[in-house]
């Protein structure tokens, strides 16, 4: 059915085709008269050969006919033309059949039949065949031939139909193909041309966002070295309110101190009361000075980064040294204070941190409480102690405690609000307990009082080490009770070779959960590793690359062991550019002043103090005094002063502020190494800041293992520590809470 269907034309036809085929139709017809032209000229040309030569002649003139009518009608009425030349040469076939004579004749309407196919369409020509049959096989008889040639013409005929179909079938298939094809191509240039369009106007919208780019990049620009204008602004701050604190701060621990430790210096009895309330003072004052402390580390690390030293810490103590603080606030509003915790209980935690959120917490129940009191109640829940503070106060609606941990925010942010504070002590609050850990909340109701929960691990989180497995004993036998013994606290553990103890100091102070021990010479840092092991050996010197080199050549590098090398400069060498003996930094405790003057030799006899702080003086004149070694003391209010002084009478040791009006510290340091007389006298400075505003650094660390290190721990160091050096923001915590950048 399928052939039938093609040869009958019955597939539908895209228009543009059909129009096509039309016109190479139209086009083939053209051909045609010249033909028909020729064959009439040679038909009038032999028509004598012709039984009767005016049916010759007249068959030529006919033939001219016909192609005149085809070019007459072709252009207007092709079909009418196409139909008119295959009735007409079937005419003439049938026609020069029965005048001639000749039966083979008949075999020539095979050409209107092709004619019909090509220039007409298939189902035409199938029409015209089936005619032919009819004419050849009716009982009427128009065509008086034998019936072998009856067959062979009908042979003929449908063999020319199949062969023509198979010829014209695919080149219709192959022009409809190629007309989508040309339609795909027009419409993928079409979509190219819109795509050059829209390429035009992004290239055009680019170069525009491009100028605005690079207009905000300028803009930028001015705004980084704004902020970091303001940055080094901070830091200057910073060092100049700490410097301003630490001054009258010093006067207040070092007078309170010598009053609680040397009352005989005051030559009478002090009553108990006094000493009481001084005891109060100083033990406030001394928590002033650690959080001094801490803001002078802030403007010496990353921002957003706060220095923690966990301890094992009693929760008695905790209790109790907050409770002391608030407590003459509860006594005057005659409010009580009631404290529930298991007393001998152990708390791995900053003691200052979590003291301080405990006064804070307690502090706002106090003054947000006029009837009534306070609960302080801490519980174990097996995994976290849980603090709570509980109030009898007003309580804190939903909305206001969505926005408690806020920092500069407040129940009452008026101007003439009842309770003063800043509204950043519940947000520093957060950050402390978020540094341990745990987490802070409230739970309240409007007019039902209020209480504030915080949470920290019983127990530190110990890091899992991914190295460590357990081999399989087939006579190991499963436990059937919980061990009953206790958990020992494991922590990291690092030998540390040095001269001084810089790097030994910072890793104690920022380090957490971190054993470190000291060495002075690497086999000493070989013999402990052998009595207990270490996580890595640390060496810290000036010649650390050459030492990291002959241990690698000498084969001395423990196998496992990591072993790191660095050169921190250790105290000593930050103060040689000042040419001094020393230096300590405000508030200065009797202890270590003393201390730090039995360590020369030959012993100290005269001692000039140069300060431009009356009360400085007084201060350390005391603690000079209180020693019962006899010092020589003399004082001078400057620079200036000093100089001239030690001209006359040259003392054993300076102690130096550098801050002075007129002549300041660093000058009468450069004055004193100009001069040979005085400039052996060995000097200690006594300042509230740095003598040196350059951050400890190192330039380079060194990091090797015994039996090297494999491609898979290299590719991960290097992750590591691009992740840690290469950007601003803090990296993963890991053995350290908090480092500091200098």
Not at 56 to 69: C, F, K, R
Not at 128 to 134: D, G, I, P
């Amino acid at each position: 059915m399928k052939i039938i269907k093609n040869i009958l034309g019955s597939t539908k036809k895209q228009p543009e085709v059909t129009s096509l085929l039309q016109e190479l139709q139209s086009d083939i017809l053209l051909w045609v008269p010249p033909g028909l032209f020729i064959t009439g000229f040679m038909l009038i040309l032999n028509a004598a050969n012709f039984r009767d030569p005016i049916y010759g002649a007249l068959t030529g003139v006919l033939i001219y006919g016909l192609a005149i009518a085809i070019l007459i009608f072709r252009k207007n009425h092709y079909l009418i033309s196409a139909w008119t030349l295959v009735i007409c040469i079937t005419f003439l076939i049938l026609l020069f059949n029965s005048l001639s004579g000749i039966g083979e004749a008949v075999y020539l309407l095979g050409l209107p039949v092709g004619m019909t196919i090509l220039l007409i369409n298939p189902a035409g020509g199938v029409f015209v065949a089936l005619a032919y049959m009819l004419l050849f096989f009716t009982p009427v008889g128009f065509i008086n031939i034998s019936a072998s040639m009856k067959v062979t013409a009908t042979i003929n005929i449908w063999s020319t139909v199949g062969l023509l179909w198979l010829s014209v079938n695919p080149l219709k298939t192959t022009l409809e193909r190629a007309w989508m094809s040309y339609k795909e191509s027009r419409q993928l240039l079409e979509q190219a041309r819109n795509y050059q369009a829209d390429l035009g106007q992004a290239l055009e919208d680019l170069g525009y966002t491009n100028l605005q780019l690079t207009r905000l990049n300028r803009l930028v620009n001015n705004l980084y070295q704004v902020a970091e204008d303001a940055r080094r602004a901070k830091e200057q701050f910073v060092a100049n309110v700490s410097h301003e604190l630490r001054t009258p701060l010093n006067m207040i621990l070092g007078f309170g101190e010598m009053i609680l430790k040397s009352p005989s210096t005051y030559g009478r009895k002090i009553p108990p009361a006094l000493l009481a309330d001084l005891t109060v003072i100083f033990r406030n004052s001394q928590h002033l000075s650690e959080l001094i402390d801490d803001v002078l580390d802030l403007s010496q690390i990353d921002a957003g980064q706060m220095a923690i030293t966990k301890e094992q810490a009693s929760l008695n103590e905790i209790v109790e040294s907050a409770t002391i603080v608030v407590w003459p606030l509860y006594e005057t509003k005659k409010l009580f204070l009631k404290t529930e915790f298991p007393e001998e209980a152990m708390i791995f935690c900053d003691l200052t941190r979590i003291r301080e959120v405990l006064i804070n917490l307690l502090s706002n129940a106090g003054r947000f409480t006029e009837k009534g009191g306070v609960w302080l109640r801490i519980i174990n829940d097996g995994s976290n102690y849980v603090f709570s503070v509980t109030d009898t106060g007003p309580g804190i609606s939903a909305e206001e405690q969505s926005r408690l941990f806020q920092p500069f925010n407040q129940l009452d942010n008026s101007i003439k609000r009842r309770y003063g504070g800043t509204g950043l002590g519940l947000t520093i609050s957060k950050k402390f307990i978020e540094l341990h850990n745990g987490k802070i909340w409230v739970e309240s109701v409007k007019g039902c009082g209020s209480t504030f929960y915080f949470s920290l691990p019983v127990a530190p989180l110990l890091p899992l080490d991914q190295r460590a497995t357990r081999w399989i004993n087939p006579y190991f036998e499963p436990r059937h009770r919980p061990s009953l013994a206790p958990v020992p606290v494991i922590q990291t553990r690092y030998i540390v070779v040095e001269e001084g103890n810089t790097l030994h100091r910072l890793l104690q102070r920022y380090g957490d959960q971190v054993e470190v021990e000291h060495a002075a010479s690497y086999d000493e840092a070989l013999q402990k590793l052998s009595t207990m092991p270490a996580q890595g050996i640390i060496i810290n010197s000036e010649n650390a690359q050459d030492i990291f080199q002959d241990l690698k050549n000498e084969d001395l590098i423990p196998y496992g062991t990591p072993v790191i090398a660095c050169n921190l400069p250790q105290l000593s060498e930050r103060n040689s550019g000042l040419n001094i003996s020393g230096y300590l930094v405000k508030p200065i405790s009797k202890e270590t002043l003393l201390e730090t003057l039995t360590s020369f030799q030959p012993p100290v006899k005269t001692v000039m103090i140069v300060d431009d702080e009356p009360d400085a003086i007084q201060l350390f004149r005391r603690m000079l005094i209180s020693s019962n070694q006899d010092y020589r003391i003399l004082t001078a209010l400057d620079g200036k002063q000093a100089l001239a002084m030690m001209q006359v009478d040259k003392p054993d040791l300076i102690l130096l502020d550098l801050i002075m009006p007129e002549m300041d510290g660093i000058q009468l340091l450069a004055s004193r190494s100009s001069d040979p007389n005085i400039s052996k006298i060995p000097v200690i400075i006594i300042s509230a800041r740095d003598p040196i505003d350059q951050p400890l650094c190192c330039h380079s660390l060194l990091v090797t293992r015994g039996g090297g290190l494999p491609v898979s721990q290299i590719l991960t160091c290097i992750t590591v520590l691009s992740d840690i050096l290469g950007t601003t923001g803090s990296p993963t915590r890991q053995a350290f809470s908090k480092v500091p950048s200098g």
